[in-house]
């Protein structure tokens, strides 16, 4: 039986932080593709995906990652990933992703850390 997966977006001054706790796999993924295109989301916002309660991602899940990212570069914003944990980095360094996220150790570095893009 597959674990569901969770997530919670909340808005921050520096743009919203998605929270993602379980499974990002292919039974999941689309939910996330889903919240995702509902998001708030403005040139010179940092958009954060918090990590930290992720307990899988295949290679579907690493393509929503990307599919993020590139929503985020669209919307001429930043992109940042937090409290990414061991076993999904260790993923991550293997397929070349910790060049392409920035990561921080939790949401609310990744939040201290954002500056905004002059306009």
Not at 14 to 28: C, F, K, Q, S, V
Not at 33 to 55: H, I, K, P, W, Y
Request: hydrophobic share 50%.
């Amino acid at each position: 039986m597959t674990q569901q997966l969770t997530l919670h977006t909340r808005a921050t001054p520096a743009g919203p932080i998605m929270e993602l706790a379980g499974e990002l796999d292919r039974h999941t993924a689309s939910d996330v593709r889903a919240a995702l295109l509902e998001l708030e989301l403005r040139a010179g916002q940092q958009l954060v995906l918090d990590l930290g309660r992720l307990t899988f991602c295949d290679s579907t899940g690493i393509t929503v990652l990307i599919a993020a990212r590139n929503h985020a570069l669209a919307a001429d914003a930043a992109i940042a990933l937090a409290a990414v944990p061991d076993r999904v980095s260790r993923i991550f360094r293997i397929v070349g992703l910790e060049q392409v996220f920035p990561t921080h150790t939790t949401a609310q570095a990744a939040e201290a850390a954002w500056r905004p893009t002059p306009s």
